[in-house]
């Protein structure tokens, strides 16, 4: 089955600085790669995510790109703000009609003021 | 706020006990995914329906089970309980799991269970 490889697991970064999270999957099959913010006591909120036929997605001050030679994907935060802290996570999907998540371990950011 | 509930919020049990978590889906959404937070096995994905049918199994026990009902909305239910079940149980909705369909999996607030 596939297999996520997440890094680092804990980032901290000063506000206003940039913050990179990266993503390994095992199973070239994979086409759906979404990242999740999770906050304390909350549920994941999908923020971003990018499809295998597209190789760099940009919403605002998040972006994702993948490398699906490589089989690694990430995520990038620019201009961080302290509400930028929580727990990340990456995941991977394969397509068809299961289309279950397999997760990394998650990033635990903190934006320093 | 995603558009799925899920009740209840805590859930406090005895080992041997049976419990049953539900999940309303968001409006619209016919596939609804269950997964599991625990320290350290993380997000792991234990099953997914499809208007009422198992569409796939992941790292399931014998003794939890699911059904997704003719409303959409879908149950888990957890039996024989132990103390490695505490963890944080979540659901997910989507719209249509076909292929070249959506993708993108909503989840809701979760339920904390705690096995004593």
């Known amino acids: 089955g596939e297999n996520v490889e997440q890094h680092p697991s804990t980032l901290s970064v000063q506000e206003g600085d940039s913050a990179v999270i990266k993503c390994t999957y095992s199973?070239?099959?994979?086409?759906?790669f979404p990242w999740y913010k999770q906050e304390l006591g909350k549920g994941p909120q999908l923020i971003i995510d990018?499809?295998?036929?597209?190789g760099e997605k940009k919403d605002q001050r998040i972006a994702v790109t993948l490398n699906k030679t490589a089989k690694h994907f990430s995520l990038h935060i620019t201009e961080t703000q302290p509400e930028d802290s929580a727990v990340y996570f990456c995941a991977a999907s394969l397509s068809g009609s299961a289309r279950q998540l397999t997760f990394g371990s998650g990033t635990q950011l903190t934006v320093l003021p | 706020d995603s558009g799925v509930t899920q009740t209840p919020k805590h859930l406090i049990t005895a080992t041997g006990q049976r419990v049953t978590l539900r999940c309303s889906p968001r409006?619209?959404?016919?596939?609804v995914y269950w997964y599991q937070q625990s320290l350290d096995q993380g997000l792991q994905f234990l099953i997914q329906y499809y208007n009422g049918e198992e569409r796939a199994k992941g790292n399931i026990l014998e003794r939890f089970s699911a059904q997704q009902f003719p409303d959409l909305h879908s149950e888990l239910n957890l039996s024989s309980l132990e103390l490695g079940d505490s963890a944080l149980y979540f659901c997910?909705?989507?719209?249509?799991?076909?292929?070249?369909?959506?993708?993108?999996?909503?989840f809701g607030p979760g339920t904390r269970l705690t096995v004593l």
């Open positions: 409006s619209g959404d016919l596939s």
């Open positions: 997910a909705s989507s719209v249509v799991p076909l292929a070249g369909g959506s993708n993108e999996q909503f």
């Open positions: 199973d070239s099959a994979s086409n759906y």
């Open positions: 990018i499809r295998s036929n597209v």
